[in-house]
């Protein structure tokens, strides 16, 4: 009896195993296609980086080419823009009045419109 009590539990195990066998399987199969995902999001991600990147480089080159020193948007700081030019540029198109408040209202628009689309970039 004790034989056959072995050999029930022995093919009891048996099975257990194949199924735990089975289950490590799947799970390596799933392991596997999110290892090839990662991969080619990675590339992607290095793609589109290597893209902005060039993006950026073709842009600072054009603006340098495009603009002229009289007219040309300085920068303080990084990322700030100098409201001297905006000022220069509003006192030769409306009264004085008006000058020193419409340049202030254009470089504030003009730099809300920078930090908003240096989030979007950030977000990429």
Same mark, same amino acid.
């Given at each position: ?6 050999? &029930? ?6 099975? *257990? ?5 089975? %289950? ?11 290892? +090839? ?5 990675? *590339? ?11 993006? &950026? ?9 495009? $603009? ?13 823009? %100098?409201?001297?030019?905006?000022? *220069? +540029? ?5 009264? +004085?009045? *008006?000058?020193?408040?419409?340049? $202030? ?20």
């Amino acid at each position: 009896m004790s034989n056959i009590h072995q050999r &029930r539990k022995f093919d009891e195990l048996n099975k *257990v195993l194949k199924t735990i066998t089975n %289950d490590l399987e799947g799970i390596e199969d799933k392991l596997d296609g999110s290892e +090839a995902l990662n991969q080619v999001l990675t *590339v992607k991600q290095r793609e589109a980086n290597d893209q902005l990147n060039e993006s &950026r480089t073709a842009l600072i080159k054009g603006w340098k080419e495009f $603009s002229d020193k009289m007219y040309a948007i300085g920068i303080k700081r990084m990322g700030e823009l %100098d409201l001297e030019p905006f000022k *220069v +540029a509003c006192y030769k198109k409306y009264q +004085a009045a *008006v000058a020193e408040t419409k340049a $202030s209202q254009l470089c504030s628009s003009w730099q809300n419109k920078l930090t908003d689309h240096s989030t979007m970039l950030e977000q990429l």
